[in-house]
């Protein structure tokens, strides 16, 4: 078991190590695809080994190497701020340096374990394994295009995902700082890597935003240092939660949503998409943002109904919709892409601070489906990219002819963020059905009016999306399948298998796997079952015969062009009142809406300062 | 089991009742208009006048569209009558609207596509306002089971009264009236959405419609509770209600639809909601 987590964490590192080294196209492509297989062995080991949760100790020496590593980092910080110019990104790193130097002098010995392996953290393992190496074995054949420092590439995306295992199973909260700052140290590299000005520009802008991040963790240490001496996250949740310093977890969660790009520190995010399209995939699906609600899971059962999850489900519900409204407007494909990434996972967070077992367990779901479907959209988005040259969505017009099999799988992915069947549905609509048993607060009426608008206004984003690339002359001419590279077609394929099945089957799934995370978290029984293959939550039922009917009908509509071709039927001009018809149309870009985004932003700072000055009880 | 017979049987001849509901409609129109009206089998008549034209499509990716958003309104109206949550039976109803919108944006017709592109615009309208009012119900009854709404002794009408205003604001959203039938906009983008379908297909697209009035009109049956007449009455006068409003107004901008729904219904229906919530 223990043996299974060093692995867990240490191998991906040392993979990542080689590849390095060797430089060898042989060398990457099977490293990296056994590490599939192996990084998923050892999940399902540590998920199914029954002696959940665990502490692992750790020798004492691991503690001062993380400290020496710690300054190592703050101190590459430092040094990239003076050579890139960076005044903000210099300043931060100081900040945190001194903070850091406060930190170690006043932390006392624990005897607490380092290391905390629960069903959540083999739950992040089992994505990370899943979602997570797939897109690394995309990246050994996409890096192949007109792309410099294929191994070096792939090398630091399999050390970011040794690291999303790390940080995922420390207790510790001065280890979760280093490992965090890890994180943003490897998305800055990624960010960076074609070297542009652009690219550098943006990287310097993850930079500094997430280290704000790293100064809210260490002002939470300091705060819990100072309160109560606890700086473990398991001494945390058995402590009664009233006397902790509600101050500290709203630092905790700041860094929360800092981490997880939600407006206004969502510039990030969008920058990151000037960097290989494997990044985007990797920090949308199963790595970096994905701390930010696994950190709030983790605090959930402390912050549950306190002022401060309240005024974090204002906060997080507003990104949702206000970052879905701004999606309307953008017009690049990836920008699209990440902005509904924020806004979901605005959702994510919103469900993790209700806190409930079944806000739990929505949270967990949206986190899963999130998770697969952003990988898969991206893995597209890349294949348009590298084969179609199409970035823009209205350069996808048309795409039916010229990508079918890639636009079937990007409608496959759209249909899954947000409509009936799938999981992320099912998120949403378990968080409805929770939050009506409580309305008596303000709060959760919102969060329903939320719910509803940010998954009406993604709804709407989708299809119209979706809209562009169906559209098309007079009738589908001719088909061309242009054949795609194999790893291409592998990974796609492995997505797309894993979300039928997934959906298929998702009754018994959330019964059997979801629950008992859910359970463990929040130390009660979330009141779901299944029946058969139906779905139970309270006293709804979301029988099978609904969730097959909805799938058979999606899965008609997204795939029934490319099959069916009516023989007999003679076809027409559309009417255009006798004009001369357009080349192309537009779309609708709401540029309506994009005036008012400065609004949007200057509201969520707005709603920042108020969780920290009022839900943190700052003054 | 005999309510699940009854509710299937209503499911399987929705089409049929949402034809005569349409033709009623239609004399109702003509008669607030002072004409006579077409028979009231006429829709009737054109159903078989459509299926026996000849076939004519654009192309067939459109064609299939409209037959699957016939096919995701009747399984729509199917899940709210036979599943026992009333929020799935809201969000199966997406599913049509992709059809729909999908099928608009595939041909090359701007009307089409401008069709298209405000039923999006309805769908943003009315989508929050549904799902507002089934946590209404669950407010009121302590469950989003249809059948325990159909057994409550009270009247859901008395506490939730703003929200069934504001519903019945929002039908001609759902159905296309005016003052909000911007979609649909005849003399404007000529049907928008439906421009391009002929024959059969139009058929199907057409016959979605009928199915999508059972599928309002059921909902604002729902607000009777366990009194059917109280429900019966609450339908006629909706009706009778949405074609007085859809002869007497004029046309809005769809920025205004959404404007009012996002400002005014919404606001509204959620104040409702937080008082019931506070002094139950």
Known sequence: ??????????????????????????????????MLPVLAYFAWEIYFSGNLPMLVDTPHWVDYAITIYDFGL????????????????????????????????MIEHSNTANIYIDKLTAFMYMIVAIVGVPIAIFATKYMEYDEKGKHSFVAILIWFLGVMNFAVSVNNIEWFFALFETTTLASYVLIRFRMDDQAVKNAILALWMNQIGGVAILFALLTFLKTSGLYHFTDLLNTDSKMLSLTALGFLSLSALVKGAQMPFHKWLLGAMVAPTPVSAILHSATMVKIAPYLLLRISPVIKGTLLAKLLIITTGFVFVAAAVIALTQENFKKILAYSTISLLGLMMLAAVVGTPIAITASLLLILFHA????????????????????????????????????????????????????????????????????????????????????????????KVLGISVRKSHGIERVRALPLPLKFNFVSVWYYGWLLFLTVFIAPFIATQ??????????????????NLSLVINTSTLYFWQILGALVILSLIHALPFFVHFKNVDTARPYNCGEAFPRHIETYNFVCI?????????FSIALFVMVLVLGGGLL | MKFETLMLLLTLFAPIIGGFVYGVERIVKARMQSRVGPPLMQPFYDFFKLMDKRPLMVHSLHAVMGIMYFIACWFSLLVLFLGNDLLVAVFFHVIAVLALTIGAFSVRSPYSVIGAMRELMHMISYEPLMVLMVVGFYQVVGSFNLKDILNYDGIPLLQLPVVFM?????IPMMLHKSP??????????????????????????????????????????????????????LVLFVFLFVNALDNATARLDFRKMVKFSWFVLIPVSAFNIIFLALWR
């Open chain 1, 1 to 34: 078991m223990e043996l299974y987590v060093t692995l867990s964490i240490v191998l991906p590192w040392i993979v990542a190590f080689v590849i390095y080294l060797v430089k060898n196209d042989f060398v990457t492509n099977v490293l990296s695809l056994l």
């Open chain 1, 74 to 105: 703050l101190g590459y910080f430092l040094y990239q701020g003076i050579k890139n110019k960076s005044m903000l990104v210099s300043a931060l790193a100081v900040l945190q340096l001194v903070l850091l130097i406060i930190v170690i002098l």
């Open chain 1, 372 to 463: 697969f479907a952003k990988g898969f959209l991206f893995i597209e988005a890349g294949v348009l990219e590298k084969v179609f040259h199409v970035k823009y969505i209205k350069q996808m017009r048309r795409l039916i002819e010229r990508a079918p099999l890639t636009l079937m799988f990007i409608f496959f992915g759209f249909l899954n963020m947000t409509f009936v069947p799938f999981g992320t549905f099912i998120g949403k609509w378990i968080m409805i059905e929770e939050a009506s048993g409580f309305l008596s607060h303000g709060s959760y009426v919102l969060l329903i009016l939320y719910v509803g608008a940010g998954s009406a206004f993604l709804s709407v984003l989708y299809m």
């Open chain 1, 514 to 531: 979801i629950v008992p995370i859910a359970q463990e978290l929040s130390g009660q029984i979330p009141n779901i079952h299944a029946d």
């Open chain 1, 594 to 602: 994009s005036k008012y985004e400065n609004y949007l932003i200057a």
């Open chain 2, 166 to 170: 504001a519903f019945v604001l929002a």
């Open chain 2, 180 to 233: 909000f039938d911007v979609a649909e906009a005849h003399q404007e983008i000529i049907g928008g959405p439906e421009i391009e379908y002929s024959g059969p297909f139009y058929e199907a697209v057409y016959t979605g419609k009928w199915i999508e009035y059972v599928y309002v009109f059921f909902f604002v049956f729902l607000f009777g509770g366990s009194h059917y007449w109280l429900g019966a009455l």
